[in-house]
């Protein structure tokens, strides 16, 4: 191919691309804009927002359109994530869990019975996916988790806690990562479909968090819970192998969402910039000011394309783990250095909640933490170029 030139396939890609971002555009300034405050302070979960998103495709982007979903790639997927998360992080990081963890799970590692039985309602935004694998006191270190699965006849008896779970109350079905061999053993946990319905899944706190306040956290209880054996992804011990290949799309996830919440701070501070004046001037011509909005656009458009080549990489099935976690390790950084210097730029209304500067600050430090902290993703390159 030569340079410059657009194969037919990219072309397709760049028009879907084009066409998700407008529609993500017009729905946001529809439906977001005018209540994003609201259920920022409320910390108000907007479910019926998702089916909303369901309608348009969103809810199953990677989903192939057999079962419902849009049929889409990861560079459409990432769009998506990024436009969403320009106006709301919130929104974008709800977006991403259901996507990439609960569904995404599914569509990597179930039989071919258990995704027709379930991608249909999670791609159309029926149901509400959600995805438990930390615990209070096993974050990182999911080979200790107290959470267990033990086989009782044709069941399956779950007893124990997750916690900071996206959509952990409000989700329709769960898929949980239980251990099932002893504390520390290898291949001692496995996954499973558990449906909101069922006995002993019950509801707990939900976290009164500091950003991303209008997507739920909160802990899954599991009291005596039974569930059909034919429930169990897969076979029994591959539940965190399973779940490691799961997060390598999670953090191109994450990823995108932290562009988009940066790329949403530098759009808002570049905007006010040209607006305030001092000495009868845009601050914007001011150098201490144009140089820092160069500093932030150039990290925004890196992270952006360490993002997509994570996501090109996926489509073509290659293993992503390096690319997923450099990715998501950089684009996170530079979400809250982005969103930092973005509440610099606005000064003192910057602190306040009348401009958005500082929501984007607020929401932007999760990025650094979900899904495998910074820490974690050094520690995942390392062993990457070292191996």
């Known amino acids: 191919m030569s340079v410059g030139i657009q194969s037919m396939d990219e072309t397709v890609v760049s028009e879907n691309q084009g066409m998700i971002s407008q529609m993500i555009k017009d729905f946001s300034e529809r439906e977001i804009e005018p209540h ?7 910390q108000h979960f907007p479910v019926e927002l998702f089916r909303k998103m369901g309608e348009l495709g969103l809810m199953g982007v990677l989903v192939p359109e ?3 979903g849009s049929g889409f790639g990861y560079l459409e997927y990432i769009t998506a994530i990024i ?28 039989s071919e019975s258990q995704k027709a039985r379930y991608l249909p309602k999670l791609a159309t935004g029926e149901w509400l996916g959600a995805w438990g694998l930390t615990e209070p006191n096993t974050g990182s270190d999911a080979g200790n988790m107290r959470t267990t699965a033990v086989k009782e006849g044709n069941e399956w008896v779950i007893n124990g806690a997750k ?23 290898k291949k001692n946990a496995s996954a499973f479909i558990v449906e909101r319905s069922t006995k002993g899944f019950n509801k707990g706190r939900k976290e009164n968090k500091l950003g991303m306040r209008a997507s739920e956290t909160s802990e899954m209880i599991f009291e005596d819970c039974r569930i059909p054996e034919e429930n169990l992804i897969g076979e029994v011990g591959d539940g965190f192998i399973q779940a490691l290949k799961v997060l390598d799309g999670g953090r191109i996830s994450i990823a995108a969402l932290s562009c988009g919440i940066a790329e949403g701070a530098l759009n808002a501070a570049l905007n006010y910039s040209k607006e305030r004046e001092q000495f009868g001037k845009p601050i914007s011509t ?46 996170a950084d530079i979400s809250v250095e982005v969103a930092n210097e973005g509440v610099q730029i606005f000064g003192g209304y910057g602190y306040t909640k009348d401009y958005p500067a500082e929501k984007y600050y607020r929401d932007a430090k999760l990025c ?3 899904e495998g902290t910074s ?10 170029i070292l191996a």
């Open 36 to 42: 994003k405050m609201e259920w920022d302070e409320e």
């Open 66 to 68: 057999e079962y419902g």
């Open 83 to 110: 436009e969403l998360a320009k106006v709301d992080g919130s929104l974008g990081l709800s977006l991403a869990a259901h996507n990439s963890l609960c569904t995404g799970h599914i569509l990597q590692h179930c």
């Open 163 to 185: 916690n900071f779970i996206t959509h952990g109350n409000s989700g329709d079905v769960a898929v949980v990562i239980a251990r099932t061999g002893e504390p520390g053993g």
């Open 286 to 331: 001011f150098q201490g000011i144009s140089f820092k909005l160069a500093d932030m656009a150039m990290k925004v458009e890196a992270a952006k394309l360490l993002t997509f080549r994570a996501g090109e990489l996926k489509n073509q099935g290659k293993n992503v783990t390096k690319e997923s976690a450099m990715a998501k390790l950089y684009a």
């Open 368 to 370: 650094t933490i979900g």
């Open 375 to 384: 820490e974690i993703q050094k520690i995942v390159i390392s062993r990457s």
